[in-house]
């Protein structure tokens, strides 16, 4: 394998781990829904299942905390692609529109800053 072998491996397994989080996020999240949806239709109490329902958003908590890392080492993998003299190189998707969210503070900032001018 030469090099650019080696890189275009390396970028599709991220793209496949990427895809991999994603997907049990999907899957988690579909999971609380069915839930809640199951104890609705059985028109049970909510107090009934609470602990299972806590135990799979606890999941979902686990599984956003996993998309940031493995964004957290897209980024950093981009960075070791420079440093290497690779320059520019794309792979997968190749609308990178996360910038859709650029200069906005992470989730846990936002939600205190809400509370900031709720206050104000």
Known sequence: ????????????DLHAA???VDAA??????LVQSMIGA???????PVVGADSQ???????AALSEAREAIVACHNELAKDHRRLGFGAY??????KSGDWDAG??????????I???RAA
């Open 90 to 95: 794309a792979v997968g998707i190749l609308d």
């Open 1 to 12: 394998m030469d090099r650019k072998e080696v890189v275009t491996s390396v970028a599709h």
């Open 115 to 117: 509370a900031d001018h």
């Open 25 to 30: 996020i999907t899957s988690a999240t579909t």
């Open 104 to 113: 906005r503070p992470p989730v846990r900032d936002t939600v205190s800053n």
């Open 39 to 45: 104890r609705t239709m059985l028109k049970l109490s």
């Open 54 to 60: 806590a135990k799979a958003m606890a999941a979902i």
């Open 18 to 20: 990427e895809a991999a």
